[in-house]
């Protein structure tokens, strides 16, 4: 029977582990109080 | 041949679009004085429609046709463009608009050429200021011309392949109805369309792998079969070493595309504000991560669903019928046009915005008042779905061959600039000139003289391009620096 490899499973999560990361930096964002994009210093 | 059913939900879904430019020709009517209120949205749009727009004005005829046929031929190893496209759609997000979105209210600027030349007019540099703008103007009409051509290429082929229909027929109406919601709710219609069309394609792209491993009989099944015809498994699409650091670079470089689609990038100078774009960046990469990833699993989906796949690229609109009824399959036809319309209709937008600003009002009447702008607006909207039908006419073979020179000559014209005016301070007027020149003829060279690596020349010699013209313009000028805020200069640009 074919199965995927580590490594495929791995690129095919790849997209939605960035949207997990890209959730966190908002979580962030919002907890310091107005939701404006401050990481990286850019306002 | 398409069943009754198929055609009712499909022209229904045309119906819809048309209702929805129709809505805003009526309640904009007495709101829309500026060219801003046509072309900008007056700079309201909402995290989500902004969001949802961004990721469905580059889907484009791309995600169902271009990406299912690499999915076909190349298996799970593509989906490293997928890694690589949302990385760079989070970038973008988080790094280039939320300066480009506040800049480009403070300069009053309606497209990325529009804000480059204006980044300079402010300071004085009036001449250089034009050149930009004539050159950007060139390169949005070349390349977004081919890109456009290669959106009408894909409606007349869903038409032909999957409802049965003549393709130039299919490519006038198609034309038609996007020129006219368009052309009556401008920026405000494509951004609504394109919330809907968004949806409309996700749905699209989960259900059909999921129906097509269902008809498998199961995920193993659908592997065996998929292994069995000779689909690719892995991860690295059997290559090592510097073949497969080529094979990354190509879709890495590519991926750079992303911040320099002007039609894309336009969303951020309209969205309501910059304090949205943290949460949009979520939406954008979630939305982006679902068409990015499923159309492979269709792409697959092609060794098990059809007896014979004589083109990869058709692999979606041949396939519905098997795997839907008639009335879910026209509607997921609808789904796959959506994404082309969505595209289109930015495209649209963005063309009519660089002509208006750029040439009309620029070079030819400075003193037109902003209903007549608004109406020349609406003219070359109407002129560039024209060029459009008639690239389409002459049917180019492979669509993802016209989107990715468009994409990249769009991406390195331009897109390397903008990301150099708003993240590098020292970035000068002939250092821009200077990249959009070599980005524009790389990309011509890559294309013809490396095409199996397209394009992995293109980017770095651009980016160095521009820092060394900056480099040596600004150790040999005594001109302030390109970053030092608007206001230093002459203001010969205004409203």
């Known amino acids: 029977m074919a199965s995927l490899t580590l490594g495929s499973l791995l690129l095919i999560v790849s997209p939605f582990l960035l949207v997990i990361l890209a959730f966190v930096l908002n979580r962030i964002d919002e907890s310091r109080g107005d939701g404006y994009i401050t990481i990286g210093g850019i306002r | ?495």
Do not use: C
């Open chain 2, 1 to 495: 041949m398409a069943g009754v059913g198929m055609w009712a939900s499909f022209g229904i879904y045309m119906v819809m679009l048309l209702a929805i430019g129709a809505y805003f020709w009526i309640t904009d009517k007495r709101e829309m004085k500026r060219l801003t209120d046509y072309l900008l949205a007056s700079r309201e749009g909402g995290t989500w429609t902004t969001a949802f727009s961004q990721v469905a004005s580059v889907a484009s005829g791309f995600t169902f046709f271009a990406w299912v046929g690499l999915g076909y031929l190349l298996g799970i190893s593509a989906l490293w463009y997928a890694l690589f496209t949302v990385f760079f759609q989070l970038f973008t997000w988080r790094f280039v608009a939320p300066r480009f979105r506040n800049k480009s209210e403070e300069y009053d600027s309606l497209t990325m050429v529009d804000h480059l030349a204006r980044h300079f007019g402010r300071r004085g540099e009036q001449r250089n200021a034009d050149i930009i703008r004539v050159l950007g103007t060139i390169i949005v009409v070349a390349f977004l011309g081919v890109y456009l051509g290669a959106q009408m290429v894909a409606i007349g082929t869903t038409a032909e392949a999957g409802l049965g229909l003549n393709y130039m027929s299919v490519v006038i109406v198609g034309g038609l109805v996007v020129a006219i919601y368009t052309f009556m709710g401008g920026f405000n219609a494509s951004l609504w369309t394109d919330y809907l069309q968004g949806w409309l394609m996700i749905i699209a792209a989960i259900a059909f792998p999921i129906a097509a491993v269902s008809y498998a009989g199961g995920w193993g099944p659908f592997l065996d079969q998929v292994s069995a015809a000779g689909g690719a498994l892995n991860w690295n699409g059997g290559q090592s070493g510097v073949a497969l650091f080529l094979f990354l670079a190509g879709w890495f470089t590519f991926g750079m595309g992303m911040m320099g689609q002007p039609h894309a990038m336009q969303r951020f100078q309209a969205i309501e504000s910059e304090r949205l774009l943290s949460r949009g960046a979520v939406i954008a990469a979630a939305v982006s991560a679902i068409r990015m990833t499923f159309p492979i699993f269709i792409g697959l989906s092609g060794y098990v669903v059809l007896d014979e796949v004589t083109n990869p690229e058709h692999i979606m609109v041949e396939g519905l019928p098997t795997l839907f009824p008639d009335v879910i399959a026209g509607l997921f036809m609808a789904g796959i046009v959506s994404a082309i319309l969505s595209t289109t209709d930015s495209m649209l937008i963005l063309s009519s915005s660089e002509l208006t600003r750029n040439v009309y009002e620029r070079f030819i009447n400075d003193d037109a008042s902003q209903q007549r702008l608004i109406w020349v607006g609406r003219s070359f909207v109407v002129l560039f779905m024209a060029l459009a039908i008639v690239i389409a006419w002459a049917q180019p073979a492979s669509i993802f061959g016209l989107i990715a020179f468009g994409w990249t000559g769009l991406g390195a014209g331009l897109g390397a600039a903008l990301l150099f005016v708003l993240l590098w301070s020292r970035t000068t007027a002939w250092g821009v000139v200077a990249g959009m020149v070599v980005g524009l003829g790389a990309t011509v060279w890559n294309q013809i003289y490396l095409p199996d690596h397209f394009p992995v020349v293109v980017y770095p010699v651009t980016f160095a391009v521009i820092i060394i013209v900056s480099y040596v313009e600004g150790s040999l000028s005594e001109q302030s620096p390109s970053g030092m805020d608007a206001g230093m200069g002459v203001e010969s640009e205004t409203d």
